[in-house]
Nanobody
C-alpha cells in the first residue's frame, strides 16, 4: 500500500518561507514524476509544481513561478517544496502525489497558512 506523508506546514507571515517535505513508502518517488498540489478553501485542488523522475524537467504554476522550488531526493524517497515570499493567497492544504495524480495516493496533506 502506497503512503505519502506530507509535513512542514504551519502559520507564517506574508513574505516568509516554509519548506515542505513528502516522504513516500516504497520506491514510488524514484520511479515516478512527482507533483505538489494545493487546495484552498472553496476551490479545486490545483497543481503547484511538478518534477520528472530524474529531476531534469520541472514546471511551476504561474502563480508560484520564481517563489517556489520543487526538488527530490530519490535515495530518501522524498520530495520537497521550498516556498519563499509567501502570500496570503498561498494559504491552502498542500499535498504531494505522483504526476499525474492517482486518486488512491492522496495523503492527509499539510496546512499552510499565510497571515499577519
Amino acid at each position: 500500500q502506497v503512503q505519502l506523508v506530507e509535513s512542514g506546514g504551519g502559520l507564517v507571515q506574508p513574505g516568509g518561507s516554509l519548506r515542505l517535505s513528502c516522504i513516500a513508502s516504497g520506491s514510488i518517488v524514484s520511479i515516478n514524476d512527482m507533483g505538489w498540489y494545493r487546495q484552498a478553501p472553496g476551490k479545486q485542488r490545483e497543481l503547484v509544481a511538478s518534477v520528472n523522475s530524474r529531476g531534469a524537467n520541472i514546471n511551476y504554476a504561474d502563480t508560484v513561478e520564481g517563489r517556489f522550488t520543487i526538488s527530490r531526493d530519490n535515495a530518501k524517497n522524498t520530495v520537497y517544496l521550498e516556498m519563499n515570499s509567501l502570500k496570503p493567497e498561498d494559504t491552502a492544504v498542500y499535498y504531494c502525489n505522483i504526476y499525474p495524480p492517482r486518486w488512491n495516493y492522496w495523503g492527509q496533506g499539510t496546512q499552510v497558512t499565510v497571515s499577519s
